[in-house]
């Protein structure tokens, strides 16, 4: 006697949910909750650094702008990276939904993407010429940390632009 043969629980659906899981949990959960915190922490310091030197009348204005902008370049950096994750985030939980349908919103979350990865860039790059050596525990926290998201990212870029693609042939 033949039985009904059951259908394969591996549904494209289930397989999604599990790659969905996977990113949130390895690449954008430690990310969001061990660095974002201290950047934001780090970002908001540095705010009232800057506006503590501009109102500081013993400086005068030249002086007080060079002062503060490596403040603000590390802000910058602080935002791109804080951007990077952002986009990363909505492109995982906005998989497969309207939202993500429109040109500006893909536009903008891939600019988001490659900020964050310039950010990242920029800071592997400073840990390489840095005047002293990082050792192998400092090279591994960063990578374990930063590379995640950016993986996440990059393997979601595509689909911004396949989604573009698709809407231009239609």
């Known amino acids: 006697m033949v039985q009904n043969a059951r259908p394969d629980p591996e549904t494209p659906l289930k397989k999604q949910n599990q790659r969905i899981v996977l990113e949130v949990l390895v690449g954008l959960v430690p990310v969001t909750f061990l660095l974002l915190p201290f950047l934001a922490a780090g970002a908001v310091g540095s705010l009232f650094a800057i506006f503590a030197t501009l109102v500081d009348p013993q400086w005068p204005a030249a002086i007080r702008l060079q002062m503060i902008l490596p403040l603000v ?9 804080v951007a990077g994750v952002f986009a990363a985030w ?32 920029r800071w592997f790059h400073f840990l390489l010429t840095g005047k002293e050596p990082y050792d ?26 396949r989604s573009s693609v698709g809407r231009a042939a239609s």
Do not use: N, Q
């Open 136 to 161: 192998f525990a400092t090279w591994a926290w960063w990578v374990g940390l930063l590379l995640p998201p950016s993986v996440v990212g990059v393997l979601r870029l595509p689909s911004l632009f």
């Open 73 to 81: 370049w590390v802000d910058v950096w602080v935002v791109a990276a």
């Open 90 to 121: 909505v492109l995982v939980l906005g998989s497969g939904t309207k939202f993500l349908d429109r040109r500006p919103i893909r536009i903008g979350l891939a600019g988001f993407l490659l900020l964050g990865i310039i950010a990242e860039l």
